[in-house]
């Protein structure tokens, strides 16, 4: 928020924090050793040379409870004493307070911000046009402007599901693009697990502006979740471009789908565009829909409650993936030729299949796909 001037050593470290906003991924991971988010009283951060960064002094800014910031000293000599450290405690309350009071003010117009995200994204026609009015104008959003839709997405280890660290770290990518980004181009929320973001465009293709957008919020997710066991990688899902902000809703349905199918499907790039995804376009309507227990095949409903076929459908979907190819196929799954054609007949066998009937093929293919969607096929690794 603030910074002194300082004419001692240099601290690349520092000067990341002052002019671009933000810190590398090591050093996060370097600070959380220090449990800074639970800090009471001051912390001693030592010099790390592989870093870069001097030996500094956390003090926690809190109101009560409510962690607000946090002040730091950097100690070059580490000479700091405990009256000079006392004193900036001190300091550390009085600047506890006028945050606090910047805070409840901040609070408001960020509550009526994300509101109408929500109304804007989640809900009906009219309340859409009323919640793009409120963005535009209360200065968030420049009604000039076209929008694209972003949805972040972490993907979770086995077991483990968002919690505020996640949302936390979530926050800060989506504001460290937003400062990355011209003023009143971009609004974002927070949305259980996933972080939107709505981007300004300026006319209908504007697909530069877009990619650059797509890198920075790339970039600051992957800094901002580094470090945190319970998020195992990250997507991202653009959905198309929209003229006007009132609807941004469109927009938001694509990029959420574009994400699910990027958490779900090997294959598809980390960072999925609706507009490329082909055949995964047409699974992710379907999906939507009320499927109930639809199977394409009905091989594959024996096989889908048989745990032991389950490196024979991962076989089979490898194949298919690769049109078929054998070499190609043996090759990604490390596999001898031999084996694999034993499990392709084993698969025939088993499911009741003709895998030389191209309709057969874009049936089991499709299944496939589909399952994944719907949690009935869940392949490992």
Same mark, same amino acid.
């Given at each position: 928020?603030?910074?002194?001037?300082?004419?001692?050593?240099?601290?690349?470290?520092?000067?990341?924090?002052?002019?671009?906003?933000?810190?590398?991924?090591?050093?996060?991971?370097?600070? +959380?050793?220090?449990?800074?988010?639970?800090?009471? *009283?001051?912390?001693?951060?030592?010099?790390?040379?592989?870093?870069?960064?001097?030996?500094?002094?956390?003090?926690?800014?809190?109101? *009560?409870?409510?962690? $607000?910031?946090?002040?730091?000293?950097?100690?070059?000599?580490?000479?700091?004493?405990?009256?000079? #450290?006392?004193?900036?405690?001190?300091?550390?309350?009085?600047?506890?307070?006028?945050?606090?009071?910047?805070?409840?003010?901040?609070?408001?117009?960020?509550?009526?911000?994300?509101?109408? #995200?929500?109304?804007?994204?989640?809900?009906?026609?009219?309340? /859409?046009?009323?919640?793009?009015?409120?963005?535009?104008?209360?200065?968030?959003?420049?009604?000039?402007?076209?929008?694209?839709?972003?949805?972040?997405?972490?993907?979770?280890?086995?077991?483990?599901?968002?919690?505020?660290?996640? =949302? $936390?770290?979530?926050?800060?990518?989506?504001?460290?693009?937003?400062?990355?980004?011209?003023? =009143?181009?971009?609004?974002?929320?927070?949305?259980h697990g996933d972080g939107l973001l709505l981007f300004g465009t300026e006319g209908e293709v504007d697909e530069p502006m877009v990619n650059r957008c797509v890198s920075h919020l790339d970039h600051a997710l992957q800094t901002a979740l580094s470090g945190l066991e319970q998020v195992s990688s990250t997507v991202i899902g653009v959905g198309?471009?929209?003229?006007?902000?009132? /609807?941004? +809703?469109?927009?938001?349905?694509?990029?959420?789908?574009?994400?699910? #199918?990027?958490?779900?499907?090997?294959?598809?790039?980390?960072?999925?565009?609706?507009?490329?995804?082909? #055949?995964?376009?047409?699974?992710?309507?379907?999906?939507?829909?009320?499927?109930?227990?639809?199977?394409? *095949?009905?091989?594959?409903?024996?096989?889908?409650?048989?745990?032991?076929?389950?490196? &024979?459908?991962?076989?089979?979907?490898?194949?298919?993936? &690769?049109?078929?190819?054998?070499?190609?196929?043996?090759?990604?799954?490390?596999?001898? =030729?031999?084996?694999?054609?034993?499990?392709?007949?084993?698969?025939?066998?088993?499911?009741?299949?003709?895998?030389?009937?191209?309709?057969?093929?874009?049936?089991?293919? &499709?299944?496939?796909?589909?399952?994944?969607?719907?949690?009935?096929?869940?392949?490992?690794?």
């Amino acid at each position: 928020m603030v910074h002194s001037r300082h004419d001692e050593l240099p601290d690349p470290v520092r000067h990341a924090s002052i002019l671009q906003r933000c810190v590398s991924a090591e050093v996060l991971a370097w600070l +959380r050793r220090f449990e800074l988010a639970k800090a009471r *009283h001051p912390v001693r951060i030592p010099r790390n040379v592989s870093l870069g960064m001097l030996p500094r002094i956390c003090i926690p800014i809190r109101h *009560h409870d409510l962690l $607000l910031g946090y002040l730091w000293l950097i100690d070059a000599d580490e000479s700091m004493g405990s009256e000079q #450290i006392t004193l900036a405690e001190t300091t550390a309350q009085d600047l506890a307070s006028a945050l606090r009071r910047e805070a409840l003010a901040g609070e408001l117009a960020s509550n009526r911000e994300r509101e109408a #995200i929500r109304n804007l994204l989640l809900c009906g026609v009219d309340a /859409q046009a009323d919640a793009a009015r409120t963005l535009i104008d209360g200065g968030h959003f420049d009604p000039s402007l076209g929008v694209v839709v972003m949805v972040a997405r972490p993907v979770f280890t086995p077991g483990a599901e968002p919690d505020d660290q996640v =949302r $936390l770290a979530l926050e800060h990518a989506l504001i460290d693009t937003r400062h990355r980004v011209p003023v =009143r181009h971009a609004v974002h929320l927070v949305s259980h697990g996933d972080g939107l973001l709505l981007f300004g465009t300026e006319g209908e293709v504007d697909e530069p502006m877009v990619n650059r957008c797509v890198s920075h919020l790339d970039h600051a997710l992957q800094t901002a979740l580094s470090g945190l066991e319970q998020v195992s990688s990250t997507v991202i899902g653009v959905g198309q471009p929209r003229s006007e902000l009132a /609807q941004a +809703r469109d927009s938001y349905v694509e990029a959420e789908q574009a994400a699910r #199918i990027a958490a779900l499907t090997p294959g598809v790039s980390r960072i999925a565009r609706w507009s490329q995804l082909g #055949i995964y376009r047409v699974l992710a309507l379907l999906f939507r829909q009320d499927l109930g227990e639809l199977v394409l *095949h009905p091989g594959l409903e024996r096989l889908f409650t048989d745990p032991e076929a389950l490196p &024979l459908l991962q076989t089979l979907e490898t194949y298919l993936d &690769l049109s078929g190819n054998a070499l190609a196929t043996s090759e990604r799954l490390k596999l001898h =030729r031999t084996s694999l054609y034993y499990r392709i007949q084993r698969f025939e066998y088993l499911a009741g299949a003709n895998l030389k009937d191209g309709n057969e093929r874009l049936c089991l293919h &499709l299944g496939l796909k589909l399952a994944r969607f719907t949690g009935r096929y869940r392949p490992v690794g």
